[in-house]
């Protein structure tokens, strides 16, 4: 079908204006499926839909621990981009009980996200307190140190930087 009528990779549905891509991740597609709309039309990584959604948000939800790592490799900027809620994909995979693999990975590139709150004033580590999932506890103890660590970083940015060593 792509390679017949390629604007199809751009075309939108509708009611909430989303991409091929999008529909592909709220239907957990496989993984390779999800690897080749994400490579043709790399922008539409980057494309919110009327929620102000990009297809990570969706795979954050729905799909897979290769995915979601898929996407990130892709274009891992989605990582920091918020809904209309204010919702980064980290938040909603924290909410959704996304793998302790996929959490670590988009802390890893985006450190920042562990700080960033909801229009309704959630972090994700307050999300992840409040989420029923197997394994809330590893995830809770893991944003703790991302924090803790995000916390030290800011500080001492404010103070001047980061401490610098002499070499003998």
Same mark, same amino acid.
């Given at each position: 079908?792509?390679?017949?009528?390629?604007? +199809?990779?751009? /075309? !939108?549905?509708?009611?909430?204006? @989303?991409?091929?891509?999008?529909? =592909? +991740? $709220?239907?957990? =597609?496989? &993984?390779?499926? $999800?690897?080749?709309? =994400?490579?043709?039309?790399?922008?539409?990584?980057?494309? %919110?839909?009327?929620?102000? *959604?990009?297809?990570?948000?969706?795979? #954050?939800?729905? /799909?897979?621990?290769? &995915?979601?790592?898929?996407?990130?490799?892709?274009?891992? /900027?989605?990582? =920091? #981009? @918020?809904? +209309?809620?204010?919702?980064? %994909?980290?938040?909603?995979? &924290?909410?959704?009980?996304?793998?302790?693999?996929?959490? @670590?990975?988009?802390? @890893?590139? +985006?450190?920042?996200?562990?700080?960033?709150?909801?229009?309704?004033?959630?972090?994700?580590?307050?999300? /992840?307190?409040?989420?029923?999932?197997?394994?809330?506890?590893?995830?809770?103890?893991?944003?703790? #140190?991302? &924090?803790? !660590? *995000? $916390?030290?970083?800011?500080?001492?940015?404010?103070?001047?930087?980061?401490?610098?060593?002499?070499?003998?």
């Amino acid at each position: 079908i792509v390679e017949a009528h390629p604007e +199809c990779l751009n /075309a !939108k549905e509708s009611s909430f204006k @989303r991409l091929p891509i999008h529909v =592909a +991740c $709220i239907f957990a =597609a496989p &993984v390779d499926v $999800i690897e080749y709309l =994400a490579k043709e039309y790399v922008a539409g990584t980057l494309e %919110p839909d009327t929620l102000g *959604r990009l297809p990570m948000h969706y795979a #954050c939800s729905s /799909a897979s621990v290769d &995915v979601v790592l898929t996407l990130l490799r892709v274009n891992s /900027a989605s990582v =920091a #981009c @918020r809904d +209309c809620n204010g919702w980064l %994909p980290l938040h909603v995979a &924290v909410r959704s009980g996304a793998s302790t693999e996929v959490v @670590r990975e988009m802390v @890893r590139v +985006c450190p920042s996200a562990v700080m960033i709150k909801t229009k309704k004033s959630s972090t994700v580590l307050s999300l /992840a307190k409040k989420a029923q999932t197997k394994n809330r506890k590893e995830v809770i103890e893991m944003l703790k #140190c991302a &924090v803790a !660590k *995000r $916390i030290i970083k800011d500080k001492m940015i404010l103070r001047g930087g980061l401490p610098t060593y002499k070499i003998m």
